[in-house]
């Protein structure tokens, strides 16, 4: 008789945002009058801008005609996406990415889902504490976290690295050595980042320790300040520790549209073996490509006018952003990020925690948040809003709030 | 100091079609002026049908509005494709198979690498040889092979069904007791399908051994003949036992455009646990969905046009496969294949083994196709020709050969 996967059974019953949004379903199923804002999930709310459209409808012509059109992409990506990735994500900064250690694929969810195969399940990972839930749950099916522990919620073989007020959300080196290193910056949840410099110690641990760091960029667009470092490939001594996973999602909004990359540099190795080799394997034996269509659209992201329309839009969203810290400062909440993120970390009020907050806003505001808690114990108390809402919803939601 | 997954260093070194592209690709570089047939990949080389480029620019545009943008997709699949797959592809054919039980993805490819991953490390797979690789290596990734024995090219914990010309290239039931059991029919590589009752041996013998089936379905649309099954949950007693991938890529041209499903039923149990939870953890976990306007595409597929255009297209291709059978019977090859399936399965000419007539072919017609050794080792001796050229090349293709 066949048998499951059984770490999949120490899972909760479902993904963080899944249960989101069957609450959220169940409560406008109930109150169908009721206008919910979502400001919950990350998503963005804009159009794709014109120079996308624009070349994805070309793309859609070329595959109307047997002359232009693709089937199979190249396994790592089309070379004009990852040229232009290289060039522009790369080598406009000064750091040194070539064309060929980009993988391109559907996305930094994907990608930061699966990329854990590689490694060995004995390797033992450290995550920040409160975690983009995906890090955590993918070392679960695969059996590397241990046993999950009701009380403190924590997994016995995870280190977490906790993320808190007293030390303005940036992780400390852990106290145990670890053989992955999941770090994103800009933070997705708590909106806040690091510096260049504290970057740099991160490298340097790393590369002393044998550890990996798997570092997901996906917010990068959304830095505004100066000394904040846009790829960990900034670092010295990045190329011999870092994988660097990135999105279009939300500098592009692709969310619905599906882009993302992955770079993994040659000189990467466990002992003579590459891991560029292989996550290669692996792309050409379980992954068929982006979508063409997708590939040329992405390529329209480095366009000039794509640059310059996809500015506007982030602008937007930051603006939001500014909207929400601004509303809820008058409203007297202890709040974070939003300066290099599109996310607002706020501290729930005296006596509730985040779920009661969460049913509290959902209820009496009606507007989606994402409770901290469901990040990771750490982010018990607090609760995230994204900036991806449109303008006028951001308005109205923070009037709602302020209102309470 | 992290390790790697080193079940990975027990593959070779590339993925099969991964090591024939190098190969061409050196060839032509040596030979720039030599125009090269490719019947290798089963790669679609028609443009996608005018139903689905309408229903593409339509989704385009729609993600230029915010009123109609389209951001994070449902964690299965939008409804309205998943309502189409189940009224066309299992209502009308009198399967009870529900929308809710069909898992939209990028495509079967994708599906089959990751299927594995639900099931405990210790389930032992039976696989057809010769085999689409895919199968194999995602489970050597995972490490449940066993060790790979060089003389006879098989792993040691893998069940091997042959598939050759003297059981009309229909396995047999294995003699010892699978968990995991992976079924293609109409099949990849040989081009041979079973019958309905059949495949309902082999439903009754997944019932009653505990295993699941893994139906890949990827070519159900080039089937001819009456008798041949459509869907595994034609059978009776399917949906205790079995899963069923299907892609878009080649009933509709989606290679490049990445569609597929995956079908599991509610009644697939191990205990108490549905395969179905696991299935839609994972998804909700490690996937984001498939493309909004891919997903549109594929409800084009259904539509009345899309229907009468892609049945051209197939009739198209397969009328390459008779031009291929003709032809190589003419030039004095034994053959199979080609009737219910867009591939061609012939003997290589004797003292000629799979990989020495790929060269020989490559170097002598300038055509590409792929060795039948590479799909495993009973594929020795054999060699596969795809029907998804155009007519022009095919036609060419056959006349090199046949003037060797």
């Known amino acids: 008789m066949f048998k499951v996967n059984d770490n999949y059974l120490k899972l909760k019953g479902s993904y963080l945002f899944s249960a989101i949004a069957k609450k959220v379903a169940a ?32 793309a859609v012509d070329e595959m109307a005609d047997a002359a232009t059109f693709h089937g199979y992409a190249p396994d790592l990506g089309y070379e004009f996406l990852r040229s232009a990735i290289a060039k522009n994500d790369y080598a406009d900064r000064g750091c040194d990415i070539a064309a060929d250690e980009i993988f391109v694929s559907d996305g930094a969810k994907c990608d930061s889902g699966n990329i854990q195969e590689i490694f060995s399940t004995d390797c033992k990972i450290a995550v920040c504490d409160p975690v983009y839930p995906v890090y955590v749950d993918t070392n679960v099916m695969a059996g590397r976290t241990g046993v999950f522990d ?4 924590m997994w016995s073989d995870v280190i977490y690295m906790p993320c808190t ?8 080196l852990p106290g145990q050595t670890p053989d992955l290193i999941y770090l994103c910056f800009p933070n997705n949840p708590t909106g806040s980042t690091i510096t260049k410099d504290q970057l740099q110690v991160w ?11 798997i570092y997901d960029a996906a917010y990068e667009a959304y830095i505004s300040e100066d000394n904040v470092p846009h790829t960990i490939f900034e670092c010295e001594g990045a190329r011999t520790c870092a994988i660097e996973l990135k999105s279009f999602s939300k500098n592009a909004g692709f969310t619905g549209t599906r882009l993302g990359y992955t770079v993994i540099p040659k000189d990467l190795k466990c002992g003579d073996v590459m891991l560029h080799s292989l996550w290669a394997r692996r792309h050409g034996t379980k992954y068929n490509g982006a979508p063409y269509i997708v590939q040329k659209a992405g390529e329209a992201v480095y366009s000039d006018a794509g640059k310059q329309q996809l500015k506007g839009q982030v602008a937007y969203y930051m603006n939001n952003a500014k909207t929400i810290m ?7 909440y202890t709040v974070s990020g939003g300066v290099n993120a599109p996310y607002i970390w706020l501290k729930t009020p005296e006596k509730m925690n985040s779920w009661e907050f969460f049913d509290y806003l959902l209820k009496e505001a009606n ?17 995230r809003l994204t900036a991806f809402g449109s303008y006028e919803n951001t308005v109205a939601a923070l009037e709602r709030i302020k209102a309470l």
Chains 1, 2 share one sequence.
């Open 203 to 213: 490298v340097d641990y790393a590369n002393k320790a044998g550890a990996v760091i």
């Open 367 to 383: 507007v989606v948040g994402t409770p901290g808690s469901g990040f990771g114990p750490s982010g018990e108390g607090y609760f």
């Open 165 to 172: 007020a007293e030390n303005n959300f940036a992780p400390e």
């Open 27 to 58: 409560y406008q199923a109930e109150n169908p009058d009721r206008s919910i804002i979502r400001l919950g999930i990350g998503d963005v709310t804009q159009p794709l801008a014109p120079a996308i459209i624009e070349a994805l409808h070309k």
């Open 326 to 332: 601004t509303g809820l400062k008058e409203a007297g």
């Open 150 to 153: 009701e009380k403190t919620e």
